[in-house]
């Protein structure tokens, strides 16, 4: 009788710990952007908002992966990730026009405006670093930037890597600057080839006049091997007052040091 009851409490214990940890977890939403494409999204804390944008071929999810997403909750930030179009859950559209003009800076602009956000920071990485740049132009909420995993490279419409990579993907096979990025796309099929391909071919740039008319704080986070998008000292000079920070790691493993979130807590604060 009384191994039974010890057994019975046991599972009631488990099922109330299974019950309470489903019950933290974070839900996701939908909410669709400017041309109806939908976009998830998730939301956590009650804090001063702060979006993270992931990079090429990643999703929100991510960030979980690394130290910031944590750090911040516990700063007192709200944090808000989102999948970008044509990745994770959120729709993949095959059409040119769903990822030219800023679709994808247009999506956490209009997420934003969903979220009644009247200020908010940003925090790209990689690629996201490359859309938020856009939001230092075109979103006067945007209070400060930061912009990991990125040099100069951008700036340029025609940068022959971002070129290469959207023809690799389109099925050319003469470009092996690009192989590295093109096998871990093909090793997946989850990946929806066809709209990474036009997130390359639309890619934007930022020029360095639009730069130079940035008025807010903005970081540029470096990892000490990383060599893959540009200059990042470059990027420095074109940004007025932007500050420039190493920490460890190569372009796959500094966004999730816990030097980069001791960085980017630092720079917002």
């Known amino acids: 009788m009384k191994k039974s009851i010890i057994i019975l409490n046991i599972l009631m214990l488990w099922l109330l710990t299974g019950y ?42 991510g960030w979980k992966k690394g130290q910031l997403y944590t750090d911040l909750l516990n700063a007192g930030y709200q944090v808000i990730i989102l999948d970008q179009r044509g990745n994770g859950r959120s729709d993949k559209p095959h059409t040119d026009a769903a990822y030219a003009n800023d679709a994808e800076a247009k999506d956490i602009m209009g997420l934003a405006n969903s979220l009644r956000l009247k200020k908010y920071n940003v925090i790209g990485y990689s690629r996201g670093s490359i859309i938020a740049s856009r939001l230092l132009v075109l979103d006067k909420r945007v209070q400060k930037l930061v912009m990991g995993g ?10 022959p890597r971002r070129i290469h990579a959207y023809k690799a993907l389109m099925g050319d ?43 807010i704080p903005v970081m540029i986070i470096c990892g ?16 007025p007052g932007s500050k420039l920070n190493y920490v460890p790691g190569d ?19």
């Open 20 to 61: 309470n940890s489903h019950a933290q977890q974070v839900v996701g939403n939908y909410y669709t952007s400017f041309d109806g494409t939908k976009i998830y999204y998730e939301v956590k804390g009650n804090g001063f908002p702060v979006i993270l944008v992931h990079g090429f071929s990643g999703t929100g999810e």
């Open 224 to 239: 000490t091997d990383d060599h893959d998008n540009g200059s990042e000292t470059a990027l420095n000079k074109l940004i």
């Open 251 to 269: 372009h796959n493993s500094a966004s999730r040091t816990i030097q980069f979130s001791a960085a980017v807590l630092a720079f917002l604060k």
């Open 150 to 159: 990125m040099g100069d490279a951008y700036t340029n419409p025609e940068w």
């Open 173 to 215: 096979t003469t470009f092996h600057d690009v192989d590295g990025m093109i096998n871990y796309i093909h090793s997946n099929p989850a990946f929806d080839v066809t709209a990474l391909a036009l997130q390359q071919k639309y890619q934007p740039s930022t020029s360095p006049q639009e730069l130079a008319k940035v008025k």
